[in-house]
């Protein structure tokens, strides 16, 4: 089923909470390991592949899958000013993708999502 996408701002704001509230939920359970591994091997950024949010999306009639909402926020809003963590960018090739997020960045994200 492949969903019609339009550029509606009431689409677009409920397909931004569906994915920032995946990417909460992912976080929520991966935040400590993520950080404490990325600390130790040193690491300035890390990759957090879509394919680790699809099973923590919510979606509903209007927006099935994960990447039903990703495809709805690129159309609308570009990947330029699609920011889901601060700091963090898009890569997207062949229908995989990920978010490259600065460590310290995550570590922000992470202490006000736990709160």
């Known amino acids: 089923m492949n969903v019609v996408i339009e550029c509606d701002p009431e689409l677009v704001e409920h397909a931004r909470r569906l994915v920032m509230e995946s990417v909460k939920s992912y976080l929520r359970a991966n935040c400590s390991r993520i950080l404490s591994l990325s600390k130790l091997a040193l690491q300035k950024s890390v990759k957090i592949e879509f394919h680790g949010l699809f099973r923590h999306y919510s979606g509903d009639e209007k927006l099935p899958r994960f990447m039903d909402a990703l495809a709805v926020l690129l159309r609308c809003m570009g990947s ?12 997207i090739r062949d229908e995989e993708g990920y978010l490259v997020v600065l460590v310290e960045s995550l570590e922000n994200f992470c202490r006000e999502i736990m709160v």
């Open 80 to 91: 330029d000013n699609l920011e889901i963590i601060q700091g963090s960018r898009l890569v």
